[in-house]
């Protein structure tokens, strides 16, 4: 029998054994029958050159038993090695993956004053965990441009920055999570529910949340992010003229401030936030997250993603 080995191992091989199976080999004559030169340094050079090994029957050389040996436990590294490889490349997928798959169709809830921040966390909860992202400031926005029924009914409200009534907004929003895409993609409700008559809604309708997500933030910070607040009409972006201005010059050019984004309608529309928060988070005690939302976006961001987590694997 003939084993054929690589050079590699077979210049180890030579290497380990040369020592001890040199009684193999007759010391005196000049070759022997294996075509190997008989002192021990030429048939190292020998088996080094010799990169083919045609003319060695190393079985010969060092016995069968040996050979086995040898072979059976370079065979068992070779299979730790390779067990040890594919471990190695099985990595853990990322946080929001994990979640997702846990929890295919999250429901989340984001709260908060106006201009706490709810929008701009929004952008990024989207992108993160693929839920449908259901604004009711740009559903009432967009009917009022459309001038839909609904828009109609909501116009004079929000241009006073009044909450538009319950009727109106609550089956705007219970047909939006009727549709096929919140079913099957989970969804982020963002202003919803404001009243504690639009979350009695939700609960009778059988509606319920993975997470309640409430941003705090003074009233004085909010002022100065509502005045300073722009949008890109056409990407949606929300910038803020000094804290986050958007660094392109057609951008600046075009974006748009919202007619209710004034001092005097904000001290409207925090009124009526501080007429009703406490009674809406009350409705959402046993989901409920407070975040601190006066830290820069990326940090309030990283505290979001950590409530996320904390009450999806509760
Ligand atoms: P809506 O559009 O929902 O307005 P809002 O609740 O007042 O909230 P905003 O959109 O003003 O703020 P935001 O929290 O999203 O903050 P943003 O991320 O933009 O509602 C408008 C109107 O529609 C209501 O007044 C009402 O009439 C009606 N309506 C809507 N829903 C209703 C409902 N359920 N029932 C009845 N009526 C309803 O950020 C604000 C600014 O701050 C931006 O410039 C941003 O760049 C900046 N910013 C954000 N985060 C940070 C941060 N961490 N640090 C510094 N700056 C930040």
Request: charged residues 25%; hydrophobic residues 40%; contains cysteine.
């Amino acid at each position: 029998m003939k084993y054929t080995l690589q050079s590699s191992t077979l210049a180890l091989l030579v290497s380990v054994c040369l020592g001890s199976s040199l009684a193999f080999v007759p010391a005196a004559s000049n070759t022997n029958p294996f075509g190997v030169k008989n002192t021990q340094l030429d048939m190292a050079e020998e088996l080094k050159l010799d990169t083919d090994f045609d003319n060695v029957e190393i079985v010969r050389l060092l016995g069968l038993r040996r050979m086995q040996k040898f072979v059976k436990k370079r065979q068992s590294i070779a299979k730790a090695i390779a067990a040890k490889e594919a471990a190695a490349k099985i990595e853990p997928p990322p946080a929001a993956v994990v979640i997702s798959a846990q929890k295919p169709g999250l429901k989340l809830i984001i709260a908060g004053a106006p201009a706490s921040g709810k929008g701009t966390q929004c952008e990024i909860i989207k992108k993160e965990y693929g839920v449908v992202h259901l604004s009711t400031g740009d559903m009432l926005r967009a009917a009022v441009a459309e001038g839909t029924e609904v828009g109609k009914q909501a116009k004079a409200f929000m241009d006073a920055g009044k909450l538009v009534p319950d009727e109106v907004i609550i089956g705007v929003v219970a047909d939006r999570l009727d549709q096929k895409d919140c079913k099957e993609s989970g969804w982020l409700l963002d202003g919803f529910p404001r009243t504690p008559g639009q979350a009695d809604a939700l609960a009778s309708a059988g509606v319920s949340a993975d997470c309640f997500i409430f941003l705090n933030v003074p009233d004085e910070i909010l002022v100065d992010r509502v005045i300073g607040r722009r949008t890109d009409p056409i990407t949606g972006k929300i910038y803020h003229m000094t804290f986050s201005p958007p660094n392109d010059d057609d951008i600046l050019a075009r974006l748009e401030q919202r007619s209710d984004d004034t001092e005097e309608k904000v001290k409207v529309r925090l009124e009526q936030f501080h007429a009703n928060v406490e009674a809406v988070k009350g409705s959402y005690n046993e989901i409920g997250v407070e975040i601190d939302g006066t830290a820069a976006p990326d940090e309030v961001s990283k505290a979001v993603a950590a409530a996320i987590s904390s009450r999806v694997s509760a």
